[in-house]
């Protein structure tokens, strides 16, 4: 079992910044990648960005340039960087581990709003 909490969301006007944080704990050795999501109401969950287990990042197209995925294993944490924040970045933002098994696990979510 893997357990996922997110931090780091808040109110922040367009044109800022937040970083989101994610603390991992449980049995984390058999992740072999992570990613963040994001739903916003009336709206589809969708995929942000990817971390694979040998550091390889994807992105969403609204996310390239703007956001960062990066990760600290001595602190079991991984973090999305959000800069040049747009009012549609507006979401819950939700962290999520894959295992090789294909067993995915979620956090609770961290709202981002972006608005003046």
């Known amino acids: 079992q893997v357990q996922l909490v997110e931090s780091g969301g808040g109110l922040v006007q367009p044109g800022g910044s937040l970083r989101l944080s994610c603390a991992r704990s449980g049995n984390t050795g058999k992740i072999i990648s992570m990613a963040w999501y994001r739903q916003a109401p009336g709206k589809q969950r969708e995929l942000v960005a990817t971390?694979?287990?040998?550091?390889?990042?994807n992105y969403a197209d609204s996310a390239k340039g703007r956001f960062t995925i990066s990760r600290d294993n001595a602190k079991n944490t991984v973090y999305l960087q959000m800069n040049s924040l747009k009012p549609e970045d507006t979401a819950v933002y939700y962290c999520n581990a894959r295992e090789y098994t294909d067993t995915y696990y979620w956090g609770q979510g961290t709202q981002v709003t972006v608005s003046s």
């Open positions: 971390k694979s287990a040998s550091g390889a990042t």
